[in-house]
């Protein structure tokens, strides 16, 4: 079995195995405050009732859900009156919630992300760990009182609940993906002050507002969290509309007949695969990706086509030459200039060359020269080791040949490194 099967196991194996000692648990000994626990599973129902198909970027498909489970680990008083739930039925209650909600996904045929559930599970767990015992002990009460400093421990209780989540998405990523960890964990790491802010606000602000006014502060403190979903849906969805565009515009060459087949395509799953295993991330690898699809986009300006749209074995200055006209070309259809930056300099000696370009080159080059064909790979690969002298950049090639090891990327050619 390899070993992100087990790293992924492993994650869903606690979920599991802390879901299962919540619910026995709550069975065994009842729910104290059983209004509470109704109105915050039925929250928690009602988010994962909203949740929507996930977009690209979309690190909490269900925020008012994980809102409502935050608030529920993090409620203390309940409309001035202590309130008595532990860490356990706080499991019990966001699970009993979280699977009521998923289970018309399912009847439609659109299972829950496990990873997800997975993480809500444990993050929940640790907020409540965090808070619960020295809530019920007095400590919290005892030493902040109420105001301010209460609030405070609640915000940094919520940061390392934050954190966790981001090691923990880091990690499940790592073991799908391969991907080095430390750019996966950094990618989540930034990714917190957009609808992870939201939601951990949100979830603070339920907790204090259950425990000044009761539960009648749940659906006016939740109104906001929904409108900030649907922002961030519409927000989603034009990135995605974006890059069907910018996908669209990249199959002109091929229905052109300026390049083969699902060229650009490919040269774009490889070299987002090649930049994650560089360290790029966020905003640096939507350019890559970007600029991988448009790279040949010049070739749509030359009287006479390229045979075959291998570009790689043409001399320098005409490269040099495609490239600029795609860049020019690129700058005309609105996409960022950093895209056309990089397909303007891709033919440059990689020592010039920003590090977006140099992989976008390489990557480019051993597409043409193997294309479908894995038993060209291994010969391709090794032209590309040859030309570490001045055209592919030392690094690159390597961890262009890593990549391919571990089998490449769905739909792209893999090649043994030998």
């Known amino acids: 079995m390899r070993p992100g099967a087990v790293t992924v196991g492993a994650v869903h194996g606690a979920a599991l195995l802390l879901g299962a000692a919540g619910l026995a648990h709550t069975l065994w000994h009842g729910l104290a405050e059983p209004g509470n626990a109704l109105a915050f599973g ?10 929507r198909g996930a977009h690209p970027g979309e690190r909490e498909p269900a925020p008012l859900a994980a809102a409502g489970a935050l608030a529920y680990a993090l409620l203390g008083d309940d409309a001035g009156a202590a309130t008595t739930h532990g860490v356990l039925q706080i499991v019990a209650v966001v699970c009993a919630g979280g699977l009521a909600g998923i289970v018309p996904h399912i009847a439609r045929g659109h299972g829950p992300d496990l990873d997800h559930l997975a993480r809500r599970v444990l993050t929940v767990g640790f907020a409540a760990l965090c808070f ?3 809530y019920n002990s007095g400590t919290v009460t005892g030493h902040l009182g109420l105001g301010t400093a209460y609030a405070l421990f609640l915000v940094l209780v919520l940061g390392l609940t934050g954190l966790c989540d981001a090691v923990l998405a880091a990690l499940l990523l790592r073991a ?11 990618d989540e790491l930034r990714a917190l002050p957009g609808i992870g802010s939201a939601v951990c606000a949100t979830g ?18 939740a109104v906001p969290l929904l409108l900030t979903q649907v922002s961030f849906r519409r927000y989603a ?33 490889l070299s987002t695969a090649v930049g994650r295993e560089l360290g790029l991330g966020g905003a640096e690898l939507t350019v890559l990706e970007y600029a991988a699809l448009m790279h040949d986009i010049g070739q749509l ?46 033919a440059d000696p990689y020592r010039e060359q920003p590090r977006a370009a140099r992989i976008v080159r390489a990557v480019n080059a051993y597409d043409d020269l193997a294309g479908e064909d894995a038993a060209a790979a291994l010969e391709a690969l090794e032209l590309l080791r040859l030309g570490t002298a001045r055209d592919y950049h030392p690094e690159v090639v390597a961890c262009l040949a890593r990549v391919l090891a571990r089998g490449g990327t769905p739909g792209v050619t893999s090649a043994p490194t030998g």
């Open 42 to 51: 039925a929250l928690i129902a009602l988010g994962e009732l909203a949740r």
């Open 132 to 134: 619960q015992p020295l």
């Open 176 to 186: 799908r993906t391969a991907y080095p960890y430390g750019p996966l964990l950094r």
């Open 204 to 221: 603070v602000v339920m907790a204090l507002g259950v425990g000044a006014a009761g539960l009648w502060a749940l659906p006016v403190l």
């Open 237 to 269: 969805a034009i990135r995605t509309v974006n890059r069907q565009t910018i996908a669209s515009l990249a199959r002109a060459t091929e229905i052109a007949g300026c390049t083969p087949p699902g060229h650009a395509r490919r040269v774009a799953a």
């Open 301 to 346: 300006s030359l009287v006479d086509p390229v045979a075959g749209g291998a570009t790689a074995l043409l001399p320098a200055d005409q490269q040099r030459r495609i490239a600029l006209l795609g860049g020019e070309v690129v700058r005309m259809t609105g996409v960022p200039a950093a895209v056309a930056h990089v397909v303007e300099r891709q």
